[in-house]
């Protein structure tokens, strides 16, 4: 994120538009369904807590928790969107 007196990072207006976004019941939702993708691999033993890995949906959609769609990667990989020159994200 860029840095500067236009930037949004970390301002109390960011603060407040990203909390009142998490407040919605979609939102709720979808982060539950995430943590419940962490507990399912959690079971199975493929991640422990504090360890540094993310659980990730292949296909990007967090009410898919089939183990065919999540994976263990690394916190940089899974936070990176890959984005074609139109700035959408990329798959693949």
Do not use: I
Not at 1 to 17: D, E, F, L, Y
Not at 27 to 47: I, T
């Amino acid at each position: 994120m860029a840095t500067g007196p236009n930037s949004q990072k970390n301002t109390k207006a960011r603060q407040r538009a990203q909390k009142k976004y998490n407040a919605k019941p979609e939102q709720k939702k979808r982060r539950a369904k995430r943590n419940a993708a962490r507990r399912k691999m959690m079971k199975a033993g493929k991640v422990r807590k504090g360890d540094g890995k993310d659980v990730h949906h292949k296909n990007g959609n967090p009410n898919n928790n089939s183990r065919s769609n999540l994976a263990v990667t690394s916190k940089k990989k899974n936070r990176t969107l890959k984005r074609d020159k139109n700035a959408r994200k990329r798959r693949g």
